[in-house]
């Protein structure tokens, strides 16, 4: 079985400031790693994923996540926020093998203040 | 292209009612999943579809939740004799499932609300 931990459910940061959202995780298999994001009113979209190779991952806006076996985390960092990241961001982890579900944390919500 | 829908995108039932919530997924995805978002927790897993099939019902909180697939696209997920803790936000994902590596693709969610 896997879980995934977030440990922190809310995150305030002004603009322009650096930002890390912490992902833990339990798992007995291999699993991939992601993280999504849903902004105001909208659906969840993948903001990136760890999947093999180069444990540091990046999305196209300039977040990037590094994959630490050993500590078994995933945290998510953006050297830059900008008002337009306040959302809420959802890592999740997927077994290799079988269903392919998502096991998700609880969420952390980035508040980015002017 | 288009991506998944879900219908309605609200809906408000009194205790003891049936509600169907309904998903379109993208087209040629053959995994379809059900996800429930309760406030101030994470999206828990309800079900899981591989075309028509269930393999994985494993999520579902008691027999009052039911689901089913038809032409390996629509899927209806059905709760009888809501309760007021039923009520959360309801999504649906589907991937083409070649691998775990492939994304799932999200629906804007059912947002249930039993009064």
């Known amino acids: 079985a896997q879980s995934v931990t977030q440990l922190d459910s809310q995150v305030p940061v002004f603009e322009e400031a650096p930002v890390e959202l912490r992902c833990n995780y339990s798992?007995?298999?291999?699993?991939?790693l992601f993280w999504y994001v849903q902004y105001p009113n909208q659906g969840l979209q993948l903001l990136l994923k760890?999947?093999?190779?180069?444990?540091l991952v990046e999305s196209i806006n300039g977040f990037e996540a590094e994959f630490n076996k050993s500590q078994t985390s995933f945290h998510l960092r953006k050297p830059s926020v900008h008002i337009s990241d306040t959302a809420e961001y959802f890592c999740a982890v997927s077994a290799l093998s079988g269903t392919y579900k998502y096991i998700f944390g609880t969420g952390t919500r980035l508040k980015v203040l002017a | 292209g288009a991506g998944v829908s879900q219908s309605p995108s609200n809906k408000v039932t009194e205790k003891g009612k049936d509600v169907e919530l309904r998903c379109d997924p993208i087209s040629g995805h053959t995994a379809l999943y059900w996800y429930r978002q309760r406030l101030g927790q994470g999206l828990e897993f309800l079900i899981y579809?591989?075309?028509?099939?269930?393999?994985?019902k494993s999520g579902l909180p008691s027999d009052r939740f039911s689901a089913e697939r038809t032409g390996e696209s629509v899927s209806t997920l059905t709760i009888q004799r809501t309760q007021q803790e039923d009520s959360a936000v309801y999504l649906c994902?589907?991937?083409?499932?070649?691998?775990?590596?492939?994304?799932?693709?999200f629906g804007p969610g059912t947002r249930l609300t039993v009064l």
């Open positions: 994902a589907s991937s083409l499932w070649r691998s775990a590596a492939d994304t799932q693709y």
């Open positions: 798992s007995s298999v291999s699993v991939y």
């Open positions: 579809f591989q075309g028509n099939s269930a393999p994985d």
């Open positions: 760890y999947l093999s190779g180069s444990t």
